[in-house]
T-cell receptor, first 114, second 114 residues
Framework: AQSVSQHNHHVILSEAASLELGCNYS??????LFWYVQYPGQHLQLLLK??????LVKGIKGFEAEFIKSKFSFNLRKPSVQWSDTAEYFC????????????FGTGTKLQVIP | DTEVTQTPKHLVMGMTNKKSLKCEQH?????MYWYKQKAKKPPELMFV???????INESVPSRFSPECPNSSLLNLHLHALQPEDSALYLC?????????????FGNGTRLTVT
């Protein structure tokens, strides 16, 4: 069975600081990887995804993530955060079998201080 | 705004009540999902419908009964719930089973069981 762990539960940064959120997954085969974001009072939205090819993927709002297969990791990065990035971030994994079972990590709450 | 519409936004029900949650999408997606999210926890998969057929039931108690009347609609019928079932219930859709399509989430129904 697949599982996802996110190391940081709560991160506080000042505006313009760089961000890196850790995500490790556990699954023996090929996986599809996602980062979702939930802004306060809003629905979960896709930030970026990795299926194959270039392990460095770019998403919306200046976010990117790097898939490192040897480390089973898919860390999220942003060079310079803004106050509007305050949200909860979820890493998710899906094994590309016949059915869409997406497993979410426990989430990281990011608070950006102006 | 999300393209997955959930009603009602809030629901309070007693343990003997019968109620239903509704979800609708018009993106032509053929896979639909119910997730349950408790406070400060990640979304947990409950059910997956693929082409209007139930494809995954994550050992959910029978007091939760899903229904997919057509490709655009997904219901969750609730009966004899327990207070611990209080949570945010999220509906999601994706283009189809398998493949690499990400989930599109609704805003959720905040359920309180008294």
């Amino acid at each position: 069975a697949q599982s996802v762990s996110q190391h940081n539960h709560h991160v506080i940064l000042s505006e313009a600081a760089s961000l890196e959120l850790g995500c490790n997954y556990s699954y023996g085969g090929t996986v599809n990887l996602f980062w979702y974001v939930q802004y306060p009072g809003q629905h979960l939205q896709l930030l970026l995804k990795y299926f194959s090819g270039d392990p460095l993927v770019k998403g919306i709002k200046g976010f990117e993530a790097e898939f490192i297969k040897s480390k089973f990791s898919f860390n999220l990065r942003k060079p310079s955060v803004q106050w509007s990035d305050t949200a909860e971030y979820f890493c998710a994994v899906k094994a590309p079998n016949g059915y869409q079972k997406v497993t979410f990590g426990t989430g990281t709450k990011l608070q950006v201080i102006p | 705004d999300t393209e997955v519409t959930q009603t009602p936004k809030h629901l309070v029900m007693g343990m003997t009540n019968k109620k239903s949650l509704k979800c609708e999408q018009h993106m032509g997606h053929r896979a639909m999902y119910w997730y349950k999210q408790k406070a400060k926890k990640p979304p947990e998969l409950m059910f997956v419908y693929s082409y209007e057929k139930l494809s995954i039931n994550e050992s959910v108690p029978s007091r939760f009964s899903p229904e997919c009347p057509n490709s655009s609609l997904l219901n969750l019928h609730l009966h004899a719930l327990q207070p611990e079932d209080s949570a945010l219930y999220l509906c999601a859709s994706s283009q189809g089973p398998g493949g690499n399509s990400p989930l599109h989430f609704g805003n959720g129904t905040r359920l309180t069981v008294t």
